[in-house]
């Protein structure tokens, strides 16, 4: 629904384009297709603590959790 973006994000984080590295935005492909994890790590050849570290710097990079995150990416990919 339109008032969707209004309830999960704020208005600051509305106007914001997601800045995510080329590892990062794999990782957010990755979720948001259903796969675990651990199997995006995998496929991505790097242990599941360097998975953690990527999100918890796109987290930390974009100031809003992962959900927001899958939201804005999602919302953004439709929107090109």
């Known amino acids: 629904s339109p008032s969707t973006p209004s309830r999960v994000l704020s ?3 509305q ?4 800045s ?5 935005e794999r990782i957010i492909k990755g979720l948001v297709s259903g796969k675990e994890r651990e199997q995006i790590a995998k496929e ?7 998975l953690h570290s990527y999100t918890r710097d796109m987290v ?3 100031e809003c959790n992962i959900y927001q995150i899958i939201f804005r990416y999602a919302k953004e990919r439709r929107s090109r």
């Open 15 to 18: 106007g914001k384009e997601l």
């Open 60 to 62: 930390r990079d974009n």
């Open 11 to 13: 208005k600051r984080q």
């Open 44 to 50: 991505m050849c790097i242990q599941i603590g360097t």
């Open 20 to 24: 995510l590295t080329p590892s990062q």
